[in-house]
């Protein structure tokens, strides 16, 4: 089994919430297990993380190796926010100087990574870390060192969050947090490592399902089959796949007449809908409707530049549908 760890919760979210994760009864929270892998939560620092890899790795021989995924500073301008890349070498800076011993993982076009003994907050302290890897964080090598100590292989993917340049940017962070957390899930299925993790998810020529479109496709699967009935039924994957559209746009095609045929009055009331709402868009309205329609209320815009618009947009909100769609929302439809 493999061993996932994250500094912080946060990182781990879209894990948490996609894989089926338990929490273990041990001897500090923050550790998980589903049937393929371990979960663990190290918290921020050398020490903390140190302290629980070891007592993890030391209790479950079954751990085979360790993946690291999380946030770290680009020390350098040629890396981007938002990118994850793969950390070849990893050091320790500590506060009386650096540590000799550094820890390298099998991946040989990966960055280097610095572990930082705090939260770089001046630009003098970026530039001195800058001498010795391009990427910042705080935890990695110590993820390198117990893992040697242990001899487990160790892998780690650095999602670079900010450009560590001496601002505090641990609350935007922590703002993006499910952003990064997906975006670091994805590249997880995207490794060789989460062969079994990928069975779990739509596999359907063609397509490509977001995390949320995933979670929505095994929703619907579920209660297709519980009502005896199979995919190829109800959708037709070939005319779908044949059609003009992206594989993100053939993917909500397939949901799309998935919930059509396990909710076909909703399917209804979505068409009713359309076909009052789309000739005032067709007018320059912008409608926005409550998502289950537990509310009767419509937001409507539009853009004013001049006269001759404010005159149009009073004349199409005198004919708009609002009670023909208020009808619609208590299930009043012409069937």
């Not at 999380?70 to 926010?81: A, D, I, P, Q, R």
């Not at 650096?98 to 003098?124: P, W, Y």
Request: a positive charge; glycine letters at 6%; aromatic letters at 10%.
């Amino acid at each position: 089994m493999d061993l996932l760890t994250f500094a912080h919760r946060g990182e781990a979210k879209a894990f948490l919430k996609e894989l089926p994760f338990k929490p273990l009864n041990f001897a500090f929270e923050g550790l998980y297990q589903s049937n393929d892998h371990f979960l663990l939560i190290t918290g921020e620092g050398v020490q903390a993380t140190s302290e629980k890899l070891a007592a993890v790795l030391g209790a479950f021989n079954e751990i085979k190796q360790v993946l690291n995924f999380g946030v770290c500073g680009s020390l350098e301008n040629k890396f981007n926010e938002g990118e994850i890349h793969p950390i070849r070498t990893c050091y320790l800076e500590k506060k009386s100087g650096m540590e000799f011993k550094s820890f390298s993982t099998d991946i040989n076009n990966g960055i280097d990574c610095v572990s930082a003994h705090q939260r770089v907050l001046s630009i003098d302290y970026a530039k001195y870390l800058s001498h010795f890897a391009p990427l910042v964080d705080r935890e990695v090598w110590a993820i390198g060192s117990v893992s040697s100590l242990f001899k487990k292989s160790f892998y780690s993917y650095k999602y670079i969050s900010d450009h560590a340049d001496g601002e505090e940017l641990c609350q935007m962070v922590s703002l993006k947090a499910q952003e990064i957390s997906n975006t670091l899930y994805n590249h997880f299925l995207n490794l060789n490592f989460s062969e079994k993790v990928k069975n779990i998810t739509p596999e359907i020529k063609g397509t490509h399902f977001t995390i949320s479109q995933k979670r929505l496709y095994n929703s619907l699967i579920k209660k297709i089959k519980i009502k005896g009935m199979g995919l190829t039924e109800i959708v037709n994957l070939d005319k779908i796949n044949a059609l003009p559209l992206s594989p993100k746009q053939k993917a909500a095609r397939i949901l799309k007449e998935m919930e059509a045929a396990l909710f076909p009055f909703n399917e209804k009331v979505n068409l009713q809908l359309k076909n009052l709402i789309d000739p005032c868009k067709e007018q320059g309205l912008k409608i926005k409707l409550s998502k289950s329609f537990e509310q009767d209320e419509i937001e409507v815009s539009s853009v004013v530049k001049n006269d001759q618009d404010l005159a149009r947009l009073i004349d199409n909100l005198k004919k708009f549908p609002l009670n023909k769609i208020q009808k619609v929302f208590k299930g009043q439809i012409d069937v």
